[in-house]
């Protein structure tokens, strides 16, 4: 049985706040509500009000406050992000700050974040079932590190509050809803993927469903079997649209264990959605990227991201490698289910989506695929193994409503996320985007360029906006160190466009070079005013490795004042 260590400093970093979270309580301090995958669903990974973790804090020689305060002994590695809710009332109880913590073999935590005491523990692995293991149940599959590979639950719960209406800024109802994967014991061995909605208080089981289904868009038929169950790899994270006065919609999505492998296997999402009573979860829409019987992939990776979402609940996701049948197409003037011929397949594309009607239904409204897609599948070089980022809303902006994806080739793509102008399929040579930086991200472009994304990126909101620059956006890929890109609103020279766009070469870059598949950084500071903010980095490069080992903490000066150097470095995370 593998050991995973927790290590927690003094306070949450890196939230991203860009939006209220409903039923969090307001209370002062950087106590704050962390309910999905890089604190928001924008995937900005930013929190601009941690007051505790500062720079003088991390950089301080006497008194210090960020150092390890406790390590705690997990069942099974974690792949997933930690999520955290403040002043939980358990047992009769008030915690100021309680991680809740997932693990690969199908083990659920909640942890007190003052002491590291384990407040519950729930396995979701019933009665002659186990969790998975990449040697026994996945054929020529070394993906899931470290060895021997537990695949349990993988992909970062999401925590709903909406409905909590403790008392004294307290939280004493909630549910944290996680997919868990498990495997009959004996033969035949069936596999089945279950999603659980959990009490934040307790761990009780609220309600819980095996997943399946069948999409059929008239033309093609599939069905998520036992065999889908084993071959889909559920590691994205999951992401809730709120529904007024119900229980949120909660999004799944699916891509492949070792891509060729393990066949068969397509990019699908899913929506449940619990009941008033919760009681019981109900699958309220089905759909796969490249809904063909025989041409599958079309994986959504997007490098462990959830989709992302803006105000008005559109769903944003990039899809890996696979078929794309799209017309030609100018904008304003995209038709997203015109192809060249049935059913649509949209391999290599960012998507503009929606949950609508009734029943509910998942329609495409708008998309990019890149002129070069039928290339990128011949040389794995898939659009989609990077995560999907919103950028916050440029008031003095042109244009306003934009997004920034970035996959294996190390490109950056700039996005206008308003319908009708995201690209479109051009066709021809080149894509009609707001920003193309092209394999900026490579760490050798010759004789063979060798780069890619497998992860997200994150933002840092700082500048005067207008027609200066309003933040930066980090990345870091394959053996490469992280870079800052920084980022105007308007027409700039070093951008090379007539609007917005990101400096074409770095602002700024770490001395430290960060092996596959490179770290998600996120960013803190104490207001959006401060200069003072940190990118925060685990290179778990060796905790990953088959031999196993310690992972790494890095906090980088994000305004790169101390150019090319870290501020603190090195903490160890050991594995037992």
């Given at each position: 049985m593998l050991g995973s260590i927790l290590l927690i400093v003094t306070a949450v970093a890196a939230q991203d706040l860009d939006a209220a979270v409903t039923g969090c309580p307001t209370i002062s301090g950087s106590n704050v509500c962390y309910t999905t995958f890089q604190g928001g669903?924008?995937?900005?990974?930013?929190?601009?009000?941690?007051?505790?973790?500062?720079?003088?804090?991390?950089?301080?020689?006497?008194?210090?406050?960020?150092?390890?305060?406790?390590?705690?002994?997990?069942?099974?590695?974690?792949?997933?992000?930690?999520?955290?809710?403040?002043?939980?009332?358990?047992?009769?109880?008030?915690?100021?700050?309680?991680?809740?913590?997932?693990?690969?073999?199908?083990?659920?935590?909640?942890?007190n974040g003052a002491t590291g005491k384990i407040l519950w523990r729930v396995s979701l692995v019933p009665a002659g079932y186990s969790?998975?293991?990449?040697?026994?149940?996945?054929?020529?599959?070394?993906?899931?590190?470290?060895?021997?590979g537990d695949i349990g639950i993988m992909g970062t719960p999401v925590i709903d509050v909406s409905q909590n209406t403790g008392a004294n800024n307290t939280i004493t109802s909630g549910l944290l809803y996680v997919v868990a994967r498990t495997r009959t014991k004996s033969s035949p061995v069936t596999y089945v993927q279950t999603l659980y909605a959990l009490s934040v208080v307790d761990g009780s089981v609220k309600a819980s469903t095996p997943i399946g289904g069948t999409y059929s868009n008239g033309t093609v038929t599939i069905t998520f079997d036992s065999d889908y169950a084993r071959n889909e790899n559920q590691r994205g994270?999951?992401?809730?649209?709120?529904?007024?006065?119900?229980?949120?919609?909660?999004?799944?999505?699916?891509?492949?264990?070792?891509?060729?492998?393990?066949?068969?296997?397509?990019?699908?999402?899913?929506?449940?959605?619990?009941?008033?009573?919760?009681?019981?979860?109900?699958?309220?829409?089905?759909?796969?990227?490249v809904p063909s019987d025989t041409n599958y992939e079309g994986g959504i990776w997007q490098g462990s991201s959830g989709p992302a979402l803006d105000s008005g609940g559109h769903i944003f996701l990039s899809i890996g490698n696979g078929d794309a049948n799209?017309?030609?197409?100018?904008?304003?003037?995209?038709?997203?289910?015109?192809?060249?011929?049935t059913p649509c397949d949209y391999g290599n594309s960012v998507l503009r989506m929606q949950l609508a009607g009734s029943p509910a239904t998942f329609s495409v409204q708008d998309f990019f695929t890149p002129f070069d897609w039928r290339s990128r599948n011949n040389t794995d070089y898939d659009l989609g193994s990077g995560g999907v980022m919103l950028l916050p809303f440029q008031s003095g902006g042109n244009p306003q409503n934009l997004l920034v994806q970035a996959g294996k080739e190390g490109s950056i793509y700039l996005l206008r996320a308003d319908k009708g102008y995201m690209g479109g399929y051009n066709g021809g040579n080149a894509d009609q985007v707001t920003q193309y930086i092209k394999s900026v991200l490579c760490y050798q472009t010759t004789p063979v360029v060798e780069c890619g994304v497998w992860g997200a990126p994150a933002w840092w909101t700082y500048g005067t906006g207008g027609s200066n620059y309003s933040g930066y956006a980090y990345w870091v890929g394959k053996n490469l160190p992280l870079m800052q890109f920084k980022f105007y609103p308007n027409v700039n020279s070093c951008a090379g466009?007539?609007?917005?766009?990101?400096?074409?070469?770095?602002?700024?870059?770490?001395?430290?070079?960060?092996?596959?598949?490179?770290?998600?950084?996120?960013?803190?500071?104490?207001?959006?005013?401060?200069a003072k903010a940190i990118v925060w980095l685990i290179d778990a490069r060796n905790a990953s490795s088959k031999n196993g080992g310690a992972a790494n903490l890095w906090a980088f000066d994000a305004s790169a004042r101390k150019s090319s150097s870290s501020i603190f470095s090195a903490m160890r995370f050991p594995r037992r």
């Open positions: 669903v924008s995937r900005r990974g930013f929190n601009p009000k941690e007051i505790a973790l500062t720079q003088a804090a991390v950089t301080a020689t006497t008194g210090k406050t960020f150092h390890k305060q406790f390590s705690i002994q997990l069942n099974g590695a974690v792949y997933a992000q930690p999520l955290a809710l403040p002043n939980v009332v358990i047992g009769g109880a008030t915690y100021a700050n309680v991680a809740y913590v997932v693990t690969q073999q199908d083990a659920v935590y909640a942890i969790y998975l293991n990449a040697s026994v149940d996945l054929l020529n599959c070394t993906d899931i590190l470290p060895s021997p994270a999951l992401a809730a649209i709120p529904v007024t006065g119900q229980n949120p919609q909660i999004l799944i999505t699916w891509a492949a264990h070792c891509d060729s492998a393990n066949f068969p296997y397509n990019g699908w999402m899913m929506a449940y959605q619990l009941n008033s009573a919760q009681t019981a979860l109900t699958q309220t829409s089905i759909w796969t990227s799209l017309n030609v197409s100018t904008p304003p003037n995209d038709k997203p289910t015109s192809c060249s011929e466009t007539s609007g917005a766009g990101f400096c074409t070469k770095p602002s700024a870059q770490s001395e430290n070079v960060f092996g596959w598949p490179g770290p998600t950084p996120t960013v803190s500071s104490p207001s959006n005013a401060s």
